[in-house]
């Protein structure tokens, strides 16, 4: 059961959809339960585009909005079931449900291909997820069919089936772009969780410690404060670990001079917070590890003073790219001029990802960054990652004291009006802030 519906916000995204498709239907199933193992199942998680407009984390439900005259939402969601209550927990069922998420009509799912029909028949356009890469994919696919179908065998009554199939997804894609009030205040609280959730793996790290045991600190500022699931798998890398991007396996003994990067965020009532940090594991930074430090801290606030509304959405990754690339040359990683560096492009060596994506409901949200092939415009209500780095493998090209040394800061920033607002303020980022909060 949802801890209290505050239902204004998806009520009022359900009147923009309805705005988008005219006189037309949407229909938006939630996602599929998966089974991980024989008979056990990965906790659930609704699909993010079906909360957006709903509210509503039962599995098993279908949001149908037909507009025009008739105008009004259907949900089709589990019926009550005493029994399987018992086992699995409330379910809300058609009835409150219908009520509590303020949906002007409900059924029980099992009804849906009974019901489709009547919804898309006469309608032009049929807005419905093209190509949902999910296990239930085929099975909703189907449905969809077996109503077109079904309306074309009432030709000779006069019904017209739809003539064409509009992915709903780009519809929402748009709409999820932009963050409300009600998304911001719940990202806000993912960041601060998850900046917390930093500070006490730099309070509680040492030399000896298993990385998996800093990934149980993460963990467990996570689930005190009510983010049960990680937003997507932790990275908890140490030493040479660091330099492995998607590093996951968490089964390292940390060593006294080691740095450790850690890329945690939470998902917070639904929403996502991305945080990466490095510090080292013994609390000071070699001097080595300070340089590079300070080199991507240079690029990440550089990245900040750019990520503004007006500002295309790849500017900052061209700014954080130069500016890694002149500190490479500084530090005497790379030879040749800046021009030369950024022309060749050999920073790849050393930094060879993306300055950051959005982030909302998905850790890596929903939206286009490029339209028309230009570059999206940043607009006050984004919200984007700054998360560069420098990883630096070993190789005969490179300084030996800066051998296994990778480092990414990654902050989560809300454009505004004015300029942007750091979500995950409140995580230690300078030198000095994150020496500090590695008490040892
Ligand atoms: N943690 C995923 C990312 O930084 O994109
Ligand atoms: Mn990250
Ligand atoms: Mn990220």
């Known amino acids: 059961m949802n801890a209290a519906v505050e239902i204004s916000p998806y009520v009022s995204r359900r009147e923009r959809l309805f705005a988008a498709i005219g006189d037309n239907v949407a229909i938006i199933p939630t996602a599929p339960e998966l089974a991980r193992n024989r008979d056990t199942d990965y906790l659930y998680r609704h699909d993010s585009y079906f909360y957006y407009l709903t509210g509503f984390r039962e599995p098993q439900a279908v949001l149908v909005l037909v507009g025009g005259q008739e105008k009004k939402s259907i949900l089709f969601c589990r019926e009550k079931n005493e029994e399987r209550e018992i ?20 059924y029980p799912i099992e009804k849906l291909d009974e019901l489709l029909p009547d919804y898309v028949k006469n309608r032009k356009t049929l807005y419905a997820p093209v ?14 069919n077996k109503a077109i179908v079904s309306v074309r065998g009432m030709s000779r009554a006069g019904f017209s089936a739809p003539t064409s199939i509009v992915d709903v997804y780009s519809v929402i894609d748009e709409m999820r772009l932009i963050k409300d009030s009600h998304e911001i205040t719940i990202l806000r609280r993912s960041g601060e969780i998850a900046s917390s959730a930093h500070a006490r793996a730099m309070r509680t790290a040492r030399p000896g410690q298993y990385e998996y045991e800093v990934e149980a600190e993460i963990a467990h500022e996570f689930i005190k404060s009510g983010a049960r699931t990680p ?23 940390m060593r006294d001079g080691d740095l450790l990067l850690i890329d945690a965020g939470c998902e917070y009532e639904g929403y996502a917070s991305d945080i990466t940090r490095t510090f080292p594991v013994n609390g000071k930074f070699t001097g080595p590890q300070r340089d590079v430090y300070q080199a991507v801290l240079k690029a990440q606030l550089a990245c900040m003073d750019v990520l503004k509304a007006g500002n295309a959405f790849h500017k900052y990754h061209d700014v954080a790219t130069e500016s890694l690339a002149q500190s490479m040359i500084d530090l005497g990683l790379l030879k040749g001029s800046l021009a030369q560096v950024l022309e060749e492009k050999t920073y790849m060596q050393f930094y060879m990802h993306r300055a950051g994506h959005w982030i909302g409901m998905d850790v890596h949200d929903a939206g286009a960054y490029r339209v028309n092939g230009e570059s999206q415009t940043l607009r006050a209500g984004m919200v984007v990652t700054n998360e560069p780095g420098l990883y630096i493998r070993p190789a005969a090209n490179v300084p030996e004291h800066f051998w296994n040394i990778g480092i990414r800061i990654e902050d989560d920033v809300l454009i505004t009006a004015n300029g942007n607002e750091n979500l995950t303020i409140k995580t230690p980022k300078t030198v000095a802030e994150v020496e500090a909060a590695c008490v040892r």
């Open 87 to 106: 086992w699995d927990g409330f379910r809300y069922g058609p009835g409150a449900a219908r009520e509590v998420f303020a949906i002007d009509e409900a």
């Open 231 to 253: 937003a997507y798998n932790h990275i908890i890398a140490s030493g040479p670990n660091a330099c492995v991007l998607h590093y996951n396996d968490s089964n390292r003994q």
């Open 131 to 144: 190509a949902m890469g999910t296990t239930n994919a085929q099975a909703f696919e189907a449905t969809i």
